[in-house]
């Protein structure tokens, strides 16, 4: 089999629960990870040491950088940030109530296929699918045949993974919500990109 072929593995997880500054309306702070987080990131790199994980990976975002710190203190492995596995920013609506009906209309469109939408003063919903899969097939391809811990974002994580992937329904994450710390396993080969399993909750306060 070629490498091109060899399947990586990536261990896609939500950073560990953190804090903001400003958490009652929407804002692109990076947040930092709270106790909470702190030991919900230590028990999941705990529990993934029997995977044999060769490198962890993050977002630039602080709350996903301290979150791949702790894991790979864990591991005994390097973490490294990386750009494009960012969660997609909130651009001009920045200090809106959470449930902004601009914001919700441009979801709205991306969740019926209109990717071409955007974020006033952000992304269109095809920018942020563009730059996570970049960023994952750049992970994919340095480690084909091994098994690599990502740490990014729960919306982005959710639009995007059942978008790349073959084998699952675009809506796969409307029902099924990505608590901090679960972990969506993707397989990437030269066939592209497959979820092997999703960890999501029927709950939508895990959020």
């Given at each position: ?6 399947a990586?593995?990536?261990l896609?997880a ?19 990870l ?5 030991a919900?990131t230590?028990?999941?790199a705990t ?5 044999k ?5 993050t ?8 979150s ?10 390097e973490?490294?940030?990386v ?8 651009g ?29 003063g ?27 811990l ?46 092997m ?11």
């Amino acid at each position: 089999m070629s490498d091109l072929h060899c399947a990586a593995t990536l261990l896609i997880a939500r950073h560990g629960d953190a804090e903001y500054r400003h958490p009652s309306v929407l804002s692109d702070e990076e947040g930092w990870l709270s106790d909470t987080g702190i030991a919900q990131t230590e028990s999941l790199a705990t529990g993934l040491a029997p995977r044999k994980v060769a490198r962890v990976y993050t977002s630039t975002l602080a709350r996903a950088i301290e979150s791949g710190a702790l894991a790979a203190k864990v591991l005994g492995v390097e973490a490294q940030a990386v750009p494009g596995l960012e969660e997609f920013s909130v651009g001009a609506l920045d200090g809106r109530p959470h449930d902004d009906p601009e914001l919700a209309s441009v979801f709205k469109a991306w969740q019926h296929g209109d990717l071409r939408r955007g974020i006033p003063g952000g992304e269109t919903g095809e920018e942020v699918v563009a730059r996570f899969r970049e960023a994952l097939q750049a992970i994919a391809d340095q480690f084909r045949g091994e098994t690599v811990l990502v740490f990014s974002h729960g919306g982005v994580m959710s639009f995007v993974l059942p978008r790349i992937s073959g084998n699952v329904r675009d809506d796969l994450a409307a029902a099924m919500f990505l608590p901090n710390c679960a972990v969506a396993e993707v397989s990437v080969d030269g066939d592209g990109f497959e979820v092997m399993s999703w960890p999501g909750s029927s709950d939508s306060a895990v959020v």
